[in-house]
């Protein structure tokens, strides 16, 4: 039992500094709401290290991922004639307003996935790899055309996050 309260703190103390994390990316980013590219980059700051090693796992270097989403986003100007050079270079942060935390549909889905996820490991914290399991199997969006543009395997991905997840030991 009391393990059982330890681990629901521990994923409580994790969740606050997921969401923490994925809005200061997003607000970085000139966007108002997280979505599921911003929840990735706050899973590889988490402590627990077990994202960053996920990456490591296939061979990809987690830093990537940031110029992944800002080339994805290129690209689609790209493809609809726009020139990111006659944009403005850097969005400015966006300052946040609000008292409660909300996000973009893909930022919902993947909290909504790794709750369900969660409530079927219960003899670990919740864990980094558990966000990138997750957005893994995400097939469409910011955070899946990132990862594609790196050049990851999403299925690749998703059985290194399992495999990171199996070998945590608390």
Sequence with gaps: MFKRIKLR?????????LISGADEEAHNN???KPGAEHYLLSALRLPDGTARRVFERIGVDPEQFQKAIEKQY??????IGIDKGVLEDDPEPVKPDRLLHNSKPSGQS???KLYALKKGDKDRPLLGAHVISVIANIKHGVAARSLRAMGVDQAALATAAKEEIDSFRC
């Design 9 to 17: 703190i521990l994923d409580m103390r994790t969740i606050s500094k």
């Design 30 to 32: 000139g966007e108002d």
């Design 74 to 79: 290129s690209d689609a100007l790209n493809a």
């Design 110 to 112: 993947v909290m909504k």
